[in-house]
Nanobody
Framework: VQLQASGGGLAQTGDSLRLSCAAS????????VGWFRQAPGREREFVAVINTDSTSKGLADSVTGRFTISRDNAKNTVYLQMNSLKPVDTAVYYCAARQGSSVFADDYDYWGQGTLVTVSS
């Protein structure tokens, strides 16, 4: 499975951005997809995860109420809608895929290249 993350950019506090993770390859829709982020000087952290049929979703406490995750299997794309952005959300955002959902980055087999989100105050 190949993953391509996009949608990052420069935002101001309170703005919204939508990240996309386009998957290609055999049976891409059979993989759970997670979003992780890594800020400068910090470890990669879990943001959100969605299972194959969208019946199970998870969000980190830090983004609950502001971010939502969804997927369109017809387009092999997973979305991360980010609302009420804060400067602390500034990071490179990565999508990743595996069989079965997990909040741990080490569990994931496939990774996209990352997309930078910068939120200014």
């Amino acid at each position: 499975v190949q993953l391509q993350a996009s949608g990052g950019g420069l935002a101001q506090t309170g703005d919204s951005l939508r990240l996309s993770c386009a998957a290609s390859g055999r049976a891409a829709s059979t993989y759970s997809v997670g979003w992780f982020r890594q800020a400068p000087g910090r470890e990669r952290e879990f943001v959100a995860v969605i299972n194959t049929d969208s019946t199970s979703k998870g969000l980190a406490d830090s983004v609950t109420g502001r971010f939502t995750i969804s997927r369109d299997n017809a387009k092999n794309t997973v979305y991360l809608q980010m609302n009420s952005l804060k400067p602390v959300d500034t990071a490179v955002y990565y999508c990743a895929a595996r069989q079965g959902s997990s909040v741990f980055a080490d569990d994931y087999d496939y990774w996209g290249q990352g997309t930078l989100v910068t939120v200014s105050s």
